[in-house]
């Protein structure tokens, strides 16, 4: 099992702003940790923060080393290729047999239907496509801890329902998962108070931090 995910007085500041300041959290080991709150609460620098894209003015995070992290972002960057070139990139950070890893990129373009896509460029690919391009280069990582940045936006009800099956075969196989959005209906949807919490950023500070489903406790923090 992952040790939980420890952040003491984290904080990042660029000039006089705090866009995390002074945060004091620790994350459950296992299941999905939604982090929810409005624009600019500091959801995705903290993800960055996490991931060590982003290095923090003060404070500490004790979290799993880098190759053991994978990262999803809101704008998937993807390299200027094939999309089975994207795919096969990912092998070289990858400490297992080819055999072992052709037959994971196999299932995982059954699994998100990206066969018809592989001879493509990336760059000619829909939001919905290089989406799902993205997320099989996550799975491809076999991490033990995702950061997650709202896979759901701008993307269609039939890639919207991939993704949500994909995060909780994740969290259901013991995959620790942090998870950023907006939606609650998509919260309703995906979330088990018997594996889930829920945290709540304003203004980089925690606001709330919950095991329960009420979206009138939730709605007030939030605004």
Known sequence: MLNPICLNKLTLSYGEKSVVDALNLTFQATGISFLLGHNGAGKTQ???????????????????????????????????????????????????????????INDIIQQLDLAYLLSQNTLTLSGGEKKRVALARLLLQEATLYLIDEPSANVDLSTNQTIESVINHLADTGKKIILTLHDLAQLKRLFQPSRDEIIVLRKGRL??????????VLIDAIS
Do not use: W
Request: a positive charge; proline letters at 4%.
């Open 207 to 216: 606001v709330e931090k919950t095991q329960q489903l009420d979206l009138n």
């Open 46 to 104: 903290l993800l960055k923060l996490i991931h060590g894209i982003n290095q923090p003015s003060s404070g500490t995070i004790k979290a799993p080393v880098l190759n053991e992290q994978a990262y999803l972002q809101q704008q998937p960057i993807l390299l200027n290729r094939s999309v089975m070139q994207n795919l096969q990139f990912i092998r070289a950070s990858q400490v297992c047999r080819a055999d072992y890893f052709d037959a994971r």
